[in-house]
């Protein structure tokens, strides 16, 4: 029976729009100081429940062949499971050296992926759910942007494997929002209109409802969607 301090720990649950919590690692790829290490770039920080497990294996091969795409949009991976560094490195060799998954084989992990046998960092992020286990990690995926803010948090259950294809598309609507200072609508992909807020001023208001404002469709007052290329998003965010 953990103490009532120890449930705190284990719950405590970063949110949206706090400060990424502060660690100091051992990994992969050396020590790392999170987040100040990756200052300027968007950081995903993601946990897995345990090395040596099939949909872990799917995931980081998945995640490893993408990684140079989401560098590309100044994003770096960082995972993180409780297990060893030497479970890590043994896992990770074998993944390469042994397993075939959709087509990828030979798949090096490049990125690093975090020791943390105390729980210290996966207590710290929320990612043991007691309900779920309290042994292993959950999947757990932080969207981290350049100025170690949390942007938005997925939690996955143990055995469910992620889409990566969503957490790329989160990653670039995240990144589209920050720079023309527009919303994405439901299933948005680079090259679908944006959504721009509901005006602060009845005048602005009108404007819109009559389609005055440049390049605007209202549907109504609180519905206002505008183009935005898929070339012109693009070249804003992805670096080559
Ligand atoms: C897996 O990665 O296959 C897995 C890990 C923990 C529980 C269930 C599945």
Redesign the pocket.
Same mark, same amino acid.
């Given at each position: 029976m953990e103490t009532l301090q120890e449930l705190e720990q284990i719950t405590a649950m970063p949110r949206i729009g706090d400060d990424a919590p502060k660690f100091q690692a051992i990994t992969t790829q050396g020590d790392i100081n999170f987040p100040d290490d990756y200052a300027g770039k968007w950081v995903i920080l993601f946990s897995? #429940?345990?090395d040596f /497990? #099939?949909?872990? /294996?799917s995931e980081f091969m998945t995640f490893a062949n993408l990684e140079s795409k989401f560098n590309k949009a100044n994003c770096e991976l960082v995972g993180l499971s409780i297990d060893g560094l030497y479970s890590h490195i043994a896992w990770l060799r074998t993944i390469k050296e042994k397993i075939e998954f959709n087509g990828m084989k030979d798949i090096e992990v490049k990125f690093p992926l975090i020791e943390d046998i105390t729980m210290e960092v996966a207590k710290k992020y929320g990612m043991i759910q007691p309900g779920e286990s309290k042994t292993?990690a959950v999947r757990a995926v932080f969207f981290i942007d350049p100025k170690g803010i949390i942007r938005a948090i997925i939690y996955y259950p143990?055995?469910l494997g992620r889409n990566f294809d969503e957490i790329y598309r989160a990653l670039i609507a995240m990144q589209t929002s920050d720079a023309f200072s527009v919303a994405t609508p439901a299933d948005w992909n680079p090259g679908d209109d944006v959504i721009i807020s509901p005006a602060g001023s009845c005048g602005v208001a009108e404007d819109r409802m009559v389609g005055k404002e440049e390049d605007l469709n209202c549907e109504d007052w609180f519905f206002c969607t505008k183009k935005l290329g898929k070339e012109e998003v693009l070249n804003t965010v992805i670096k080559n």
């Open positions: 897995h #429940p345990a /497990t #099939p949909v872990c /294996t292993q143990l055995s």
